[in-house]
């Protein structure tokens, strides 16, 4: 049999694991300075780039797409060309790929600090970045998939099944939730509106989740795990039934995050049903990762590697055990805006995916330096602190979770809130936030004391560029018999191909009727389009980042319709491009905030929080009353409006200069009858303060109301 002789490209590799390490760490440190905030407000300098607004997208982009992303390219161009007994397609499109992605994650660390951001969660960079992960994206994919067809192994491995749902699905739900209304070089308006972009954006959201942060890390634990524990995978049979359950049933659990929300109750249920059958396939790739270990277990007490994995795919279990648990409706409603999603995210992020991370860093770098690991002894020291990091980070938001949803809801004997003063609620949880932060301190000093073993590691020895390697070409003949399968394995465009369709059914079934469907959007005549100061005002809030600790959902709850007034209706949302119904409750909701306090209130509160409530942790924001807008801006986006299908009156640009300095000018004049100060009507805060008293008003306003004024 002739032997055909050709080389592995490490290089390629070497370069993502060193990206891995360093935006790890710049990850991972936003993410303390961000944690630190949260009960020492002044950490952001009084500088408006480093508001937690402003950074916490930052971080979340960090860690997930620089740290994991560069990661799980690490780690997928090691494996593949060695499972597929092939050099990567194209070396140039490898080359593409890396710095193009680094340009990509720059990109995002000037952008969201600068404000510029649409407010999707984990889809905040605006429409020139989307384009250019787009063909980047594109990039990789050619490159995985021509590596995959000039293979010289026949079968694929179950890692490469993996490998190819990830490109397929990720291209999907990054072009479906990136439709977006360019309005400037830097600010788009999102093609989706209310209920329909809440629906689109949390399809993506969670499956984001299942797709980056899961699917690929799956693939890697299939190659890895074994590799380290020099066993072969427990299951193939496992493997089979795994991938394809996963694919298909993950795609239309992405509901479960607006449960008790405006979303039709029948996408609720939907999203519910299929986040409880998640469990199965879940759990299945759990044990088939553990159970690969069978007689491997003593190597476990000595092998960091090992500690690291084992871990690792544990607390992939805890989170795909507690995923569905929260997505029952009963749990959902206690747990959800509060701390315990905080905690649940983690789990996954600093267990599963850090861990799996660093213990594929520990085996690659010796592999590809020739060497051994320079200290196993601060391997394991790296693995105890960072264990301690994550017990330290996640159980303290665990309690500060079934703090929050007692408080909450919690009435006194005489039927009304004991803690009516919303901020009562967020002083008790502060000693948590500190336990919080010292967590994420002992886990990015585990970082640090890797990224010191490593270089030490390659230090000492030689790095092999390009690895010499041999296997026989794939003979193109027809194979009779054998598992159903492993026929479709060889078939490497259809298996793709029916991929995409086992992930593209439960999206479509979720979203179709959502669109077509009047009866699922029921509209409210009182609901009218935002005058264009509010339109103006809502694009700061949404710049600052408050959609991260401030609500606009009121759920039909007794304890939150007693705080915030009445629930929130489908019909309110029509209007709103992006939706703002936020995840996360750190102040309270706001959804019926408009004509609750005098426009000092808001005034002084943006100027300093603790004026108006003591006690806040919420930061100042001084550069709203230096920093002005242009009138001649708005117009534009009025436009943009128009064309999304706001019933903005034809012309009316003509006259949106006008209206913007007729309403700000009142404002003004209201903050100096009330509280004697002059106040530019072109200034930031003017325009905040008129988006932020309009929140709730139509829903307020009764129909009688609204026929007497005509």
């Known amino acids: 049999m002739h032997l055909e002789k050709f080389r592995y490209d490490n290089k390629i590799v070497k370069y993502f694991a060193i990206a891995t390490v360093i935006w790890g760490i710049v990850g991972m440190l936003v993410g303390l300075i961000i944690a630190l905030q949260l009960f020492i407000p002044a950490l952001n300098l009084d500088t408006a780039f480093l508001t937690f607004g402003r950074i916490r997208p930052l971080h979340t982009n960090a860690v997930i797409f620089a740290f994991v992303g560069n990661g799980i390219f690490a780690g997928v161009y090691y494996s593949l060309q060695r499972l597929l007994k092939a050099r990567m397609f194209n070396d140039a499109l490898s080359w593409i790929h890396f710095w193009g992605w680094q340009l990509i994650i720059v990109a995002a660390a000037i952008t969201l600090p600068l404000g510029i951001t649409t407010s999707k969660e984990y889809a905040e960079l605006e429409w020139p970045i989307d384009i250019a992960i787009t063909l980047i994206w594109v990039v990789f994919g050619i490159n995985m998939l021509g590596t995959i067809i000039k ?63 899961t699917t690929p890390y799956l693939g890697l634990m299939y190659y890895f795990l074994p590799k380290a524990a020099n066993r072969p995978v427990y299951s193939y049979k496992l493997s089979i039934i795994h991938y394809w359950a996963l694919i298909f049933i993950y795609i239309w659990a992405g509901p479960h995050h607006l449960l008790y929300t405006s979303l039709p109750d029948w996408a609720q249920t939907l999203g519910t049903v299929f986040s409880v059958m998640l469990i199965a396939p879940s759990w299945g790739g759990m044990l088939n990762g553990l159970l690969t270990l069978r007689g491997a277990w003593d190597r476990v007490r000595e092998d960091a590697v090992l500690k690291f994995m084992v871990v690792a795919v544990t607390c992939y279990g805890m989170a795909t055990f507690e995923g569905p648990m929260l997505s029952l409706k009963n749990v959902n409603g206690f747990v959800h805006f509060t701390d315990w999603i905080i905690a649940h995210v983690h789990v996954g992020a600093l267990g599963w995916n850090g861990f799996l991370t660093f213990g594929m860093l520990y085996y690659l770098v010796p592999k590809m330096w020739n060497t051994k690991l320079y200290s196993a002894k601060l391997a ?189 209706k489908a019909g309110e949302f029509v209007y709103d491009h992006p939706f703002l119904w936020g995840s996360k409750r750190t102040g309270p909701d706001l959804a019926r905030l408009g004509g609750r306090y005098q426009d000092s209130w808001h005034y002084n509160h943006m100027m300093d929080p603790t004026s108006t409530s003591d006690g806040s942790i919420m930061p100042p924001y001084p550069w709203l009353f230096e920093q002005t807008y242009d009138a001649n801006d708005i117009p534009a986006k009025v436009t943009a409006m128009r064309t999304l299908g706001v019933p903005y009156e034809e012309g009316y640009e003509d006259q949106v200069v006008m209206d913007v300095q007729q309403q700000a000018k009142q404002i003004a004049a209201n903050l100096k009858a009330e509280i004697n100060v002059d106040v530019q009507p072109e200034a930031e805060i003017v325009a905040l303060i008129s988006y932020l008293q309009r929140l709730g008003t139509d829903i307020k306003v009764k129909p009688e109301q609204v026929a007497a004024a005509k």
């Open 151 to 213: 293979r010289r192994e026949r079968h694929m491995y179950v890692a490469v099944w993996f490998y190819i749902a990830t490109f397929v699905t990720v291209a999907v739900l990054h072009v479906v939730n990136s439709f977006e209304l360019p309005v400037t070089f830097w600010k788009s308006y999102s093609m989706y509106a209310g209920v329909q972009d809440a629906l689109v954006q949390w399809w993506y959201g969670h499956n984001a989740v299942a797709f980056f942060l």
């Open 380 to 568: 394991n020291v790296h693995f105890w602190v960072g264990t301690l990091g994550i017990v330290f980070y996640a159980i303290p938001m665990y309690v500060s979770g079934v703090t929050q949803g007692l408080m909450w809801r919690q009435f006194t004997i005489e039927g009304v809130l004991q803690y009516g003063n919303f901020l009562d609620t967020v002083t008790q949880i502060i000693p948590f936030y500190v336990l919080r932060a010292f967590g994420g301190f002992l886990y990015l000093g585990g970082a640090f004391i890797m990224a010191y073993n490593l270089y030490q590691t390659a230090a000492q020895g030689v790095f092999q560029e390009e690895e010499e390697a041999e296997a026989p070409a794939l003979e193109k003949k027809k194979i009779i018999g054998g598992h159903w399968h492993s026929k479709l394995e060889r078939k490497s465009i259809v298996f793709s191909a029916l991929s995409l369709v086992a992930i593209a059914i439960g999206g479509a079934v979720e979203m179709v009727p959502t669109f077509l469907v009047d009866s699922n959007i029921p509209t409210i005549e009182n609901v009218k389009p935002y005058t264009p100061l509010e339109l103006h005002g809502r694009d700061l809030y949404i710049r600052e980042g408050c959609v991260g600790c401030h609500s606009q959902m009121v759920r039909p709850f007794r304890f939150e319709t007693a705080r915030f007034e009445e629930y929130s």
